[in-house]
């Protein structure tokens, strides 16, 4: 219970500023992610500057971490000793971060 009227000026504060939140512009979109087959996800349309492409179970622990080299656009990555399951491959560039669902069967 409390001990006073909490009416009027400072119980809670709003912090506004004129400026607008927003992203940064992520040239990110033309980055593709597929099976090659039940063993291999393709990261397509890395952009040119050193990536970093690491891959995560739905619970958040960190399986496989990986980059490429200045002049590949295209990784392969292997999944050998995964189990079936729903997985999140998250690709990371000095523009921005992209990740997306994969689902192993």
């Known amino acids: 219970m409390l001990s006073e009227k909490l009416f ?3 119980r809670c504060y709003q912090h506004t500023s004129r400026s607008c939140l927003s992203i940064k512009d992520v040239v990110l979109q033309n980055i593709s992610f597929y099976k090659t087959n039940n063993v291999t996800i393709r990261i397509a349309g890395l952009p040119e500057e050193c990536t970093s ?3 995560y179970r739905l619970l958040g622990k960190q399986i496989i971490q990986s980059s490429s080299s200045n002049s ?3 990784l392969d990555i292997s999944l050998l000793k995964l189990v079936q399951g729903i997985y999140i491959v998250e690709v990371e560039t000095t523009k921005g971060k992209i990740s997306k669902k994969i689902v192993l069967e």
């Open 8 to 10: 009027g000026i400072g």
């Open 53 to 55: 492409v690491k891959l």
């Open 72 to 74: 590949k656009r295209v």
